[in-house]
């Protein structure tokens, strides 16, 4: 039961409330207890939470936000900069001068026009070879830009003398949708080729720029041939040559200081070849004397066609001889060494000059029928080379040393 008065909850049969003293009169009605509702507070929009927390954004948020935006702006002002920008001909000029200036001799390469399809010498690699090792000059800022059949004439001062560059739209795009200019073509007088002389010799192995090269000469005989290289200074290196320069390795500049005029020959080829001449002097003259077929000269020659040409050329004329002379003597050297070359041709790919001199004795029949005592006599300069690592006759010149 509960006290009519205040509502306290009371014992059954109280006769007073506890609570408020009330007195209590058994069987009167009780109060209804009312129900309390527990009411909750209206939920609050985002708007003001935002609000009771300072606004939408803390300073700190403020400033990050700021500084994206200012960034972002910045990337979006810098790429339609720079497309811009590698969009006009003298962007690709001026990058043209600023690469050979900083020696990227590979990027440079692709400016030129070289055929390098049928030419190794040609090639990238070899371009940047050259350039490494040859002395340039710094390219002063590009002028011009006049407007001819389709393209942008530049010149570049270089030096005492001037470059042309030519510069032209490229099919490509620059950040996909910005017109690009790329150099087509430049004509440059100090980046050029030459063709250059080699020696071709049987059985060594020669590297230019560590590139090997081949023999392009139509006749495998051929003591030389042709190369083109870009025009500078190039290393040349030997292997397999078995002491037959003074040196393996050259340097030598295009034009000015050709390789075949460079190398000279060691000390000891030159003593292997006069010796090996001497070894040919029998069979020689025993030809000359028994008017032999001059083929059979072959192996001390560098072809049959040499032997056939200069069979007879170290054989001064003598009046009686045949294939009936008889009594041949030993030959006689008087001398038979090495010298140095009198002509201002020659070159490494001649031979080694040997000068040679002595005399064969022999009895030829005379037109009486009886014998004679001959002399063949001996002269000339041989120019030896190698050939499969024995040293032959190339050629012959007559001399009086």
């Known amino acids: ?48 939470q935002l609000k009771e927390k300072g606004g939408a954004f803390s300073p700190k948020a403020k400033k990050i936000i700021i500084a994206q935006v200012v960034v972002l702006v910045v990337l979006v002002a810098a790429f339609f900069y720079l497309g811009t920008r590698s969009g006009k001909p003298e962007a690709a000029v001026n990058q043209f001068v600023e690469d050979y200036n900083n ?13 390098s399809s049928e030419n190794k010498f040609l090639t990238k690699d070899a371009f940047v070879g050259t350039m490494e090792q040859s002395d340039t000059e710094t390219l002063s800022a590009a002028t011009g830009g006049y407007y ?22 490229s099919a490509k795009k620059s950040f996909f949708f910005f017109d690009k200019y790329e150099v087509t073509n ?31 000469s139509s006749s495998e005989d051929a003591t030389s041939y042709q190369v083109v290289l870009f025009k500078g200074t190039h290393k040349a290196t030997f292997s397999g040559a078995d002491d037959m320069f003074d040196k393996n390795s050259y340097t030598f500049t295009t034009g000015s200081n050709d390789l075949t ?30 008017e032999n077929d001059k083929a059979d000269l072959e192996s001390c020659f560098s072809s049959e066609s040499k032997a056939q040409t200069y069979g007879n050329s170290l054989c001064s004329y003598t009046y009686y001889r045949g294939s009936d002379t008889k009594s041949l003597g030993d030959v006689t050297v008087s001398r038979c ?45 041989a120019y030896m080379v190698k050939k499969d690592g024995k040293w032959v006759i190339n050629s012959v010149t007559y001399s009086y040393y």
């Open 261 to 290: 005029k460079q190398i000279e020959y060691s000390d000891k080829a030159k003593e292997e070849a006069a010796k090996a001449l001497e070894g040919y002097l029998p069979d020689i003259t025993e030809n000359y004397i028994k």
């Open 337 to 381: 060494a090495a010298v140095s070359p009198t002509s201002s041709y020659y070159s490494v790919a001649n031979g080694i000059p040997v000068s040679v001199s002595g005399t064969r004795s022999y009895q030829a029949k005379s037109f009486s029928g009886s014998y004679m005592p001959q002399s063949c006599i001996i002269r000339g300069v």
């Open 186 to 216: 430049v004509t440059d007088s100090t980046v050029l080729t030459q063709s250059v002389t080699v020696p071709n010799i049987s059985g060594v192995t020669l590297k230019i720029d560590g590139i090997k090269a081949e023999n392009t």
């Open 103 to 115: 020696k990227d001799w590979a990027k440079v390469y692709d400016a030129y026009d070289f055929d």
């Open 1 to 48: 039961m509960f006290c009519p008065n205040c509502g306290k909850e009371l014992e059954d049969g109280a006769l007073f409330c506890g609570e408020c003293g009330a007195k209590i009169e058994q069987g009167q009605p009780e109060p209804k207890k009312e129900k309390t509702v527990k009411k909750t507070a209206p939920k609050k929009s985002v708007v003001n």
């Open 148 to 169: 001819r059949n389709g393209e942008y004439i530049y010149q570049i001062k270089k030096g005492s003398s001037y470059i042309t560059a030519n510069v032209a739209k």
